[in-house]
């Protein structure tokens, strides 16, 4: 069963710095694909960023960029130059090949502090 | 990105009461939806899968009598709490993808969430 583990609560970033919140997965399908969900204080699930596993390189978008090391089985998301709009929780997700179901970390709320 | 859209986005009912949350894909068709559950402070778990024209697929402990799942058309998805309890009372919202690749889906976008609240 695939497993996703986010092991900070919490993280706290001066505005214009940079963050890296830490996701690590576990999973025994050679097919799988990583997400990067943010979720503001109204609940709405924003979509930030995807990873597959067969993808070469790292995924960008923006600000965001998804560090994937995949011996590591690591998929740490990184904002950079951080504004007061991206305090939030935020999701780490996998879905194993042929599925479209999302198994979702604790998640790590993310303070930014001007 | 593609766009789902949730109905409502806040309901409080009365205990025993049945309520009915609706979600939507407004510019695409999805033959499959998923209806998460969140509870305060908690991440988001899987409750069922929901398929056009077929009986959901539910996770394991969820119940299926009490949470009714219909997907009759594949822009639709409705997600029917029956006999609420106060326990029920929670974050529910729905998700769909417009597009995959060839072997793993790339995105899953969100309805707004329903915050139920079971009085």
């Known amino acids: 069963a695939q497993k996703i583990t986010q092991t900070q609560p919490g993280m706290f970033v001066q505005e214009k710095e940079a963050v890296t919140l830490d996701c690590t997965y576990d999973?025994?399908?050679?097919?799988?694909?990583l997400f990067w969900y943010k979720q503001p204080s109204s609940g709405e699930m924003i979509f930030l960023i995807y990873?597959?596993?067969?993808?070469?390189q790292n995924a960008t978008e923006g600000r965001y960029s998804l560090n994937f090391q995949k011996a590591r089985k690591s998929a740490n998301l990184v904002i950079s130059a951080s504004q007061l709009g991206d305090s939030a929780m935020y999701f780490c997700?996998?879905?194993?090949?042929?599925?479209?179901?999302?198994?979702f970390g604790k998640g790590t709320k993310l303070t930014v502090n001007p | 990105g593609a766009v789902v859209s949730q109905h409502p986005s806040w309901v409080i009912c009365k205990s025993g009461t049945s309520v009915k949350i609706e979600c939507r894909s407004l510019d695409f068709q999805a033959t499959t939806m998923f209806w998460y559950r969140q509870f305060p402070k908690q991440s988001l778990m899987l409750m069922a899968t929901s398929n056009e024209g077929s009986k959901a697929t539910y996770e394991q402990g969820v119940e299926k009598d009490k949470f009714l799942i219909n997907h009759a058309s594949l822009t639709l998805s409705t997600l029917t709490v029956t006999s609420a309890h106060p326990e029920d009372s929670s974050f529910y919202i729905c998700s769909a993808s417009p597009y995959r690749r060839a072997w793993v889906n790339t995105e899953a976008f969100f309805g707004q969430g329903t915050r139920l609240t079971v009085v």
């Open positions: 999973t025994s399908d050679p097919s799988y694909g």
């Open positions: 997700a996998t879905s194993e090949g042929g599925s479209e179901k999302l198994v």
């Open positions: 990873q597959g596993s067969y993808d070469q």
